[in-house]
């Protein structure tokens, strides 16, 4: 269970900002360096450590990982992104950067979709509850 206390919603649209904004390009200091999604940016709850200080299952991005995956060393890689299953470790394993950021945005976009909608029905039902007790 996640005990990141950052709002969800929030963290995937930054993520999707920064994907868009070419986050996961190749650095003009360290161009033979890849970078990794999601643990180089900002969504990674280790992100600017040199170790990990917190283990991945206090992360929301946990929730979006199946069980059998939870105990990979870095278990976000193994979010489903698409009908097919493939996930960021399959996309990698590709070396198809281009297909890996459209894939997660594609991704992103989707949840944050969901998320969005579904706390709006939820703050429907929370306003027709409150317009019953009155």
């Known amino acids: 269970?996640?005990?990141?206390?950052?709002?969800?919603?929030?963290?995937?649209?930054?993520?999707?900002?920064?994907i868009e904004k070419g986050g996961y390009g190749r650095s003009?200091?360290?161009?033979w360096m890849p970078k990794?999604?999601?643990q180089d940016s900002l969504t990674c709850i280790n992100y600017g450590y040199p170790y990990r200080a917190h283990p991945c299952?206090?992360?929301?991005?946990?929730?979006?990982?199946?069980?059998?995956?939870h105990g990979k060393e870095v278990p976000c890689h193994y979010i489903p992104l698409n009908e097919t299953g493939e996930?960021?470790?399959?996309?990698?394993?590709?070396?198809?950067?281009a297909k890996l950021e459209r894939?997660?945005?594609?991704?992103?976009?989707?949840?944050i979709k969901e998320i969005e909608e579904e706390r709006?029905?939820?703050?429907?039902?929370?306003a027709g509850k409150a317009e019953v007790k009155k």
């Open 1 to 18: 269970m996640a005990t990141d206390d950052r709002n969800i919603l929030e963290l995937l649209k930054e993520e999707l900002g920064f």
């Open 28 to 31: 003009v200091r360290t161009p």
């Open 36 to 38: 990794s999604t999601f």
């Open 57 to 69: 299952n206090e992360c929301h991005l946990l929730d979006f990982v199946s069980p059998e995956h």
């Open 87 to 97: 996930t960021i470790e399959d996309l990698e394993a590709e070396d198809n950067e």
């Open 103 to 111: 894939e997660v945005r594609v991704w992103l976009r989707a949840r």
């Open 120 to 126: 709006g029905t939820q703050a429907i039902a929370r």
